[in-house]
């Protein structure tokens, strides 16, 4: 479990930017799948300008039978792990990647997304109630091309500290991964 700190309205504003500029000089596009975070993390990168070179779409998935029926996530994990679990968080960051498909020119066949970023949580106030996890407890997706993980934070702050805070957290994650990638194509 990796610890961050507090989020605070616009933490993902920089973060977000640096995305943006590395996913636009790499020729990449990103979709988001968001439970916790309710459309914060696609708003933090509309929020860039320019940010329509990158960004495909995103879905928000709050009610746990969305991530089956949209993103398809496996229905039997869902029942035994529940919602808030590494491999969900892997699997919806699959499923938006497939499902935020695009042409990339006029008259091409759509195309999955490069990225497929995911959060899903305990915002709180109280802990999940299909699992009992605590607050704060967060997995961030990230699936790249084929390559897939989730990386679980353990945050801390009120409801909004604790969204804005895996927003954060999931902009990082995706910068230290672009970062990672372009050393090992160099």
């Not at 968001?34 to 998935?61: C, K, Q, W």
């Not at 897939?148 to 994650?173: K, P, T």
Request: aromatic share 2%; charged share 25%.
């Amino acid at each position: 479990m990796k610890p961050i700190g507090q989020g605070s309205p616009g933490a993902g504003g920089e973060l977000a930017r640096a995305v943006v500029e590395i996913a636009a000089a790499r020729g990449l596009r990103i979709a988001v799948a968001e439970s916790l975070t309710g459309g914060l993390l696609a708003d933090a990168l509309v929020s860039v300008p320019g940010s329509s070179r990158v960004f495909s779409g995103g879905v928000v998935a709050y009610d746990t039978a969305l991530k089956h029926s949209v993103l398809g996530v496996d229905d039997e994990l869902l029942r035994e792990k529940g919602p808030v679990d590494g491999e969900v968080a892997r699997q919806m960051a699959r499923g938006v990647r497939e499902l935020c498909a695009v042409p990339r020119a006029d008259g091409a066949e759509p195309e999955s997304a490069d990225i497929g970023l995911a959060t899903t949580g305990v915002a709180g106030p109280e802990p999940d109630p299909q699992t009992g996890q605590p607050v704060g407890t967060v997995w961030v997706g990230l699936c790249l091309g084929d390559r897939a993980r989730s990386v679980e934070y353990s945050l801390s702050g009120d409801r909004g500290e604790i969204r804005n805070g895996s927003v954060a957290a999931a902009l990082e994650l995706l910068v230290g991964e672009l970062g990672a990638s372009e050393l090992e194509s160099d």
